[in-house]
């Protein structure tokens, strides 16, 4: 298996740009996770997503970001309009249930200059 | 405080054992996990252990839980220079896993 696929790995944008992330989850996993790292605030849980469904976004900073999940196989997460505080690290994770392992991608890099 | 708090640094000489503490909050936490991140990669699963075990060994690995005081450790023994890493506790209720900030394990020669 490929493992969960991140892109873009690394984006320099400007501030007020959108940026739009992109994550393929492992094939038959049905639970999928959005986190945020940065130094200062470690790993954060922004959204997860049960069954395609958004389940608790209760983490996502403010209304500049959102996520969707279309299909079983694709998810975005989207900033809009971006600032130099978005600056993270954005990483997709996959499972396929509660007591299962979580596996991650590989990251997407983000610096809004 | 934080939900699952651990050290943020951890120097050890090459050879010797590492001890990593994290300690969390929510005694009804199913599972708990210690991840291993890299330079410029994502988290990889280390080892995990269900809440109502003690001690799991895996190899160089031994993690620790102490359910009365919620406190979890990771032990790894003969320390090698590609265990310099961030190491990360979790905690998994239902679907929803929370990360400690990690803890940057740096080995000394």
Redesign the interface.
């Known amino acids: 298996d490929a493992g969960v696929i991140q892109s873009p790995r690394h984006e320099v944008t400007e501030m007020g740009q959108e940026v739009t992330l992109r994550c393929k989850p492992i094939s038959g996993h049905n639970s999928l996770f959005w986190y945020r790292q940065t130094m200062m605030r470690g790993l954060e849980l922004l959204i997860y997503f049960n069954n395609n469904v958004p389940i608790d976004d209760s983490g996502m900073p403010e209304d500049r970001f959102s996520a969707k999940m279309p299909n079983a196989s694709f998810s975005t997460l989207k900033i809009q309009p971006s600032e130099p505080r978005d600056s993270a690290v954005y990483f997709c994770a996959s499972t396929a249930g509660p007591g299962n392992t979580i596996y991650f991608g590989e990251g997407s890099w983000l610096t809004v200059v | 405080g934080e939900d699952v708090e651990q050290s943020l640094f951890l120097s050890v000489r090459e050879g010797d054992s590492s001890v990593i503490n994290c300690t969390y909050t929510d005694s009804s936490s ?2 708990l ?1 210690w ?1 291993k991140q890299e330079p410029g ?5 280390l080892t ?1 252990i269900f809440s109502n075990m003690d001690m799991k060994q895996d190899q160089r690995l031994t993690v620790l839980l102490n359910k009365k005081d919620k406190h979890l450790s990771l032990r790894i023994a003969d320390t090698q220079t590609g265990d310099s890493a961030i190491y ?1 506790c979790a905690r ?1 209720r ?9 803890t940057r394990l740096h080995i000394l020669p």
Do not use: V
Request: hydrophobic content about 35%.
């Open positions: 199913t599972y996990y991840y990669a994502g988290l990889q699963l995990y990360f998994r239902d679907d929803k896993i929370i990360f400690g900030k990690g």
